[in-house]
């Protein structure tokens, strides 16, 4: 069988486990942590229990699908993701997007820990993301394209949509969570960057750098999943003089102390999402 027979498979677990039909989709990145503080009357499914999904080698990734609501909309929340630097091939970093496609969840807001490579970030702050930049070395649809997922050659214009972009600053105005927006260097990791690295990816026009999110969201396009995202910033990588040693519990704990905001921020997002998906 192939990635989507496998995707197919999952779906159909899912489907046979929970009776729910979510229509949106959160993925929690590093430190996200528990999304019961996100999500109403949430099940839970750890990921070794659902077919060909990983158990997350990264301790700050609980590894659990939940299946709930936010303001009455059903949404699924993958609390954990999986990365290029934990040895997995592709396909088993996106099947769980590939999943929840094929389990006919129509849009996705995934979040991620980065680092601030702008001049006016501070660890803390929230960034939505409106472009990305993939250095990765690695691409989701390299090979074989099959047709079921989407195109061989799908658009990438507006990967992270215009309306959801606007939607979500409207909705940090009326929150009062201060929002940057920018454009998101993807690498492969794990080793957090150089301070000439740093300064590369800034000149090339990132704001933000990170390991994640990248394979997703072209896995996601390719499916025609409406796409949003937001990184936490949790340590400051430009200009070079403010760059301090970080730590993974570091970045941890950036998120920890954001994580209030984050999840009221994205309650809001979907809410304000509504039945576009």
């Not at 658009?155 to 009326?174: G, I, N, Q, T, V």
């Not at 070079?240 to 997002?269: C, M």
């Amino acid at each position: 069988m192939g990635a989507f027979e496998h995707a197919e498979e999952a779906a159909l677990w899912l489907q046979q486990k929970t009776g729910l039909k979510p229509r949106l989709a959160i993925v929690l990145g590093t430190g996200g942590g528990d999304a019961t503080a996100l999500l109403e009357q949430p099940v839970r499914i750890p990921f070794g229990d659902i077919p060909y999904f990983h158990v997350p080698s990264v301790l700050s990734h609980q590894g659990q699908l939940l299946i709930g609501t936010i303001h009455g909309i059903p949404v699924a929340c993958l609390a954990g993701r999986f990365h290029t630097y934990e040895g997995l091939p592709m396909d088993a970093i996106v099947h769980p997007i590939r999943t929840l496609g094929r389990w006919g969840v129509q849009g996705v807001i995934l979040t991620n820990a980065a680092g601030g490579i702008h001049p006016d970030h501070q660890a803390g702050d929230l960034s939505l993301i409106r472009d990305h930049i993939n250095l990765m070395g690695k691409n989701p649809l390299t090979g074989p394209n099959d047709a079921r997922f989407g195109p061989r050659f799908p658009d990438m214009l507006h990967a992270y949509d215009p309306a959801w972009r606007d939607l979500a600053k409207a909705c940090s105005s009326e929150l009062d969570i201060p929002l940057h927006e920018g454009v998101y260097v993807g690498l492969a990791g794990p080793n957090l960057e150089t301070p000439a690295e740093y300064a590369f990816c800034h000149r090339i026009g990132g704001d933000l750098i990170g390991m994640s999110t990248v394979p997703e969201v072209i896995a996601a396009r390719h499916m025609g999943l409406t796409v949003g995202a937001v990184s936490v910033v949790t340590n400051v990588c430009y200009p070079p003089e403010r760059i301090l040693e970080t730590t993974h519990e570091d970045v941890v704990a950036s998120v920890e102390g954001a994580k209030e905001r984050l999840f009221r921020f994205l309650k809001a997002w979907v809410w304000a999402i509504g039945d576009q998906v």
